[in-house]
């Protein structure tokens, strides 16, 4: 069946560095969602990527799909303790319609 | 706008016991959800309605797990009888198209927990 696989499945970074968080299907996709995950809250939307190689900035955090439409990335640049979480991606299956939400990437800072 | 609401927040059973979970969605929302997401692990979809019809409920482990939402707007998820692997947060979500097409709002999850 279809997969999506997120990696890594931690990352520590000190205050002010970047990070990336990287996410593969194992099928094409329709769309690919981002969401973000505070300890003990639920996951909240951040972005939706539809078109094949777009690309996508808020403040300081970038956005993109491939070109294939199987893989996507998020960006952080310069990171705050405000980015602490896990951050989701949700694929689209282009065949079946179905929604799989990746196992996240949990963002620990250094202060 | 009120976002989606969900009762109780805590659950503690024992195994082979019942429960029920509730969810109001935002109004207006014709796409509800259900997931599990069990620590450390990302949110599985269990069910999805459009309105009051099923749109997919092929991850519902359909020998124990029920849900139903009538008249298109509350819904409710039923595990019966409970198992120790059944420990999770249970998410509703809602989104206001009729695919998974458009942002999805979550709930504050049902924390349920099988002893």
């Known amino acids: 069946g279809q997969q999506v696989m997120q990696i890594p499945q931690y990352q520590h970074v000190q205050e002010g560095e970047d990070f990336t968080t990287y996410c593969n299907s194992s099928?094409?996709?329709?769309?690919i969602q981002w969401y973000k995950q505070r300890p003990g809250g639920h996951p909240v939307f951040l972005i939706q990527?539809?078109?094949?190689?777009e690309v996508k900035k808020q403040k300081r955090l970038t956005f993109q799909f491939g070109e294939a439409k199987k893989n996507s990335s998020l960006h952080i640049t310069a990171t705050q303790t405000t980015d602490v979480g896990t951050y989701f991606c949700?694929?689209?299956?282009?065949?079946?319609?179905?929604?799989?939400f990746g196992k996240g990437t949990r963002l620990h800072i250094l202060p | 706008e009120a976002g989606v609401a969900q009762s109780p927040r805590y659950k503690i059973i024992e195994k082979r016991q019942s429960v029920a979970f509730w969810c109001n969605p935002i109004?207006?929302?014709?796409?509800l959800y259900w997931y599990q997401q069990i620590l450390g692990q990302g949110p599985k979809l269990l069910i999805q309605?459009?309105?009051?019809?099923?749109?997919?409920d092929s991850q519902l482990p359909k020998d124990r797990f029920s849900a139903e939402r009538l008249k298109g707007v509350d819904s409710t998820l039923k595990i019966q009888p409970a198992k120790l692997e059944d420990s999770a947060v249970y998410l509703c979500?809602?989104?206001?198209?009729?695919?998974?097409?458009?942002?999805?709002?979550f709930g504050p999850g049902t924390r349920l927990t099988v002893l």
């Open positions: 309605f459009q309105n009051n019809g099923v749109v997919d």
């Open positions: 099928t094409t996709l329709s769309n």
């Open positions: 109004s207006g929302h014709a796409t």
């Open positions: 990527l539809v078109k094949s190689g």
């Open positions: 949700a694929g689209l299956s282009l065949r079946d319609d179905k929604i799989i």
């Open positions: 979500a809602s989104s206001l198209g009729g695919r998974a097409t458009n942002e999805q709002f």
